[in-house]
């Protein structure tokens, strides 16, 4: 069996596998059809696995439904862990300028458009319309917001109250669900540290300290699961109107 190029920094695969399985590090390498120094590089994370050898060696193990989750946990080795600092310190413009030199090393562009004017010909005005156009077509987007948070006083009086109307005016929008956690709701799931879920592929976990961004597809599925639980205790519409007018009230109060 060839071995495939390891890819990123080495992510341990679960030893545990192989010791639930009965198999020795020789074992399980004869399983596998591997050189037994390879079982023991990936065991003792020197060796990066691939996404071939980690279905191997869990299959190896009688774990093959497990593979999904070492793959994705392998995947975002390198990203998994986003320190809050650096996002202060570089700021979205990086995000943006990434594309600079591939722009910078090109000499001749060709380019051929059929739907919108080309990106490098778009005035501001033309491009925020399409933006704004493309938004309402492809994206929704459902958000849940504890009441709580219209009450934290993070800027004046007079600035939180335009926040919160502005909260009034995007709930008009056909393509977002804005649900509010009442004050006073039953909880049957506790108040969670803030998180992002992008479509089942990914969600992103703000702490104190920094971003995690989660790959694993049971624990995306655990996010998910608590969002569908948050959103049972959550109220919409003209109720949700209603409080975020109460907290106007409040904060001009």
Known sequence: MREEEPRGTPVPVRDGLRRDA???????????????????????????????????????CGAGDQAADLIAASRSAESMYVQWQRIHRDGMRQVHESTVPLYERTTHFRVYASNVMPGMLQTPEYATGLLRSITTFHH?????????????????????AAQLRYLQEVMAQPNV??????????????????????????????????????????????????????????????????LIARAVNSALS
């Open 177 to 242: 669900s804005l649900g509010i956690i009442p004050l006073e709701a039953r909880r049957t799931v506790w108040p969670l540290e803030a998180f992002y879920a992008f479509d089942d592929a990914q969600v992103a976990v703000e702490t104190l300290t920094a971003e995690v961004d989660i790959t694993a597809p049971s624990e995306i599925h655990t996010y998910l699961r608590a969002f569908v639980e948050l959103s049972r205790m959550a109220v919409y519409g003209t109720a949700a109107r209603s």
């Open 22 to 60: 009965g198999l020795t590090g020789h074992g399980l390498a004869v399983r596998c059809g591997w050189h037994k120094s390879k079982t023991s590089r990936i065991a003792r994370a020197r060796t990066a696995p691939s996404d071939a050898d980690i279905r191997t060696w869990c299959e190896a």
């Open 140 to 160: 929704r987007f459902a958000l849940l917001i504890e009441e709580a948070v219209f009450h934290y006083r993070v800027c004046e009086g007079p600035e939180l």
